[in-house]
Structure formats: C-alpha cells, structure tokens
T-cell receptor
Framework: KQEVTQIPAALSVPEGENLVLNCSFTDSAIYNLQWFRQDPGKGLTSLLL?????REQTSGRLNASLDKSSGRSTLYIAASQPGDSATYLCAVKAGGFKTIFGAGTRLFVKA | DVKVTQSSRYLVKRTGEKVFLECVQDMDHENMFWYRQDPGLGLRLIYF???????EKGDIPEGYSVSREKKERFSLILESASTNQTSMYLC??????????????FGDGTRLSIL
C-alpha cells in the first residue's frame, strides 16, 4: 500500500533563506508526483508536477526533484519570502485514479 | 483560467440533517473527486467520478453518497449528518486520461461543522 510521508511537519526559517522540503513514498511505481501549496482555510494550488520519467521541474524560485528508485522527492525554495508561508503537500499518482497525499509541511518564513 | 467552485465556504448543520455540498468546474474535465481533510490525517478520498452518472468509492465512502448528473457538477451528500463528519471538504477535477500527467485542480474547500 502506497504511503507518503513528509518531514518535517513544520518549519520556521528567516526571510531570504534557501530551504528544502522532503517527501518520501513507499512504492516506486508511480505515474507522477505533484507538489501543492495550501494557504490557511483554502484549497490546494498546484505548484509543480514531475512525471515519472523526469528528474526535476522548475518554476521561478521553486525546484522539485524526483528520485523514484529511492522513493524521494524534494521541493527547493530559493530566497524564501514571508509570502511563501503556507502548508506544502506532496502527492503521488499511482495507477488508475488514485492520488495519495502526504500530511504536509507547514512553513513559516519570518520577516 | 482553471476554476473549481464549491458552493459554500462555511456550513453549519445539525446532526441527522441531509447535507448537500456542491462543486462545479469550468474546464470540461471528465474526472471529479471529493476529499475530506482532517488535522494529522491529510486528504482522504471519499468518492470520485470519471464520467457523467459514473461514481466510484474512495477510501472512506461510509455515510456519504454522490451525484454526477452533469459533467461540470459533482455533488457530495451526507445522508444523515453526524458529528464525526465535521471536516474540511475539498473538491477537485482533472482531465480524463487515467495515466495522465495532468494535475488535479482544487476548489477553495467547504468547512462543514455538524452540531
């Protein structure tokens, strides 16, 4: 059974710092991995999607990597800003319609 | 721009009531999903639909039903609301291909409280 784990559960960093969020999954047979952002009381916003054949995706200050063999993905945020404060979730898509979500990492960037 | 709209941001209902949560998407997506999100448990899939009038149970369907009469609308129904159904409910949609690399798009969520 696929399980997705995100560590740490919460993270507080000063503004300007580069940071890495971690996601691990137990079954390497995935179609893609997606990173989402969730602001308090809101829905999920898709940030990056990495296909199983890809190693990384970049969007602005965000870079996501995928290592299927080790069951790991990282989300790198460069030059963090207070506006980056949110919960970040990763999700893996296995066969069919199933998407398995991690519990998220709650990020707080201090001004 | 992509849009998934949930009819209510906040809803308060009483135990035993029949509750309807509505979700509409404007992207002509075939797949639609209902999740609930609880602290420490993450998102859990309740039901999904891959076409009009089609539905499939997710991981936690008990106490819920769904309706998909039109492609753009997916309704979640709590047949007889109970306090353990107090939660944040999230609707999502995606394009058809089961193996697709198209992302899921989410609504803003409905925070439902059952008293």
């Amino acid at each position: 059974k696929q399980e997705v784990t995100q560590i740490p559960a919460a993270l507080s960093v000063p503004e300007g710092e580069n940071l890495v969020l971690n996601c691990s999954f137990t079954d390497s047979a995935i179609y893609n991995l997606q990173w989402f952002r969730q602001d308090p009381g809101k829905g999920l916003t898709s940030l990056l999607l990495i296909q199983s054949s890809q190693r990384e995706q970049t969007s602005g200050r965000l870079n996501a990597s995928l290592d299927k063999s080790s069951g790991r993905s990282t989300l790198y945020i460069a030059a963090s800003q207070p506006g980056d404060s949110a919960t970040y979730l990763c999700a893996v898509k296995a066969g069919g319609f199933k998407t398995i979500f991690g519990a998220g990492t709650r990020l707080f960037v201090k001004a | 721009d992509v849009k998934v709209t949930q009819s209510s941001r906040y809803l308060v209902k009483r135990t035993g009531e029949k509750v309807f949560l509505e979700c509409v998407q404007d992207m002509d997506h075939e797949n639609m999903f209902w999740y609930r999100q609880d602290p420490g448990l993450g998102l859990r899939l309740i039901y999904f639909s891959y076409d009009v009038k089609m539905k499939e149970k997710g991981d936690i369907p008990e106490g819920y039903s769904v309706s998909r009469e039109k492609k753009e609308r997916f309704s979640l129904i709590l047949e007889s609301a109970s306090t353990n159904q107090t939660s944040m409910y999230l609707c999502a949609s995606s394009s058809r291909d089961m193996n697709s690399n198209q992302p899921q798009h989410f609504g803003d969520g409905t925070r439902l409280s059952i008293l």
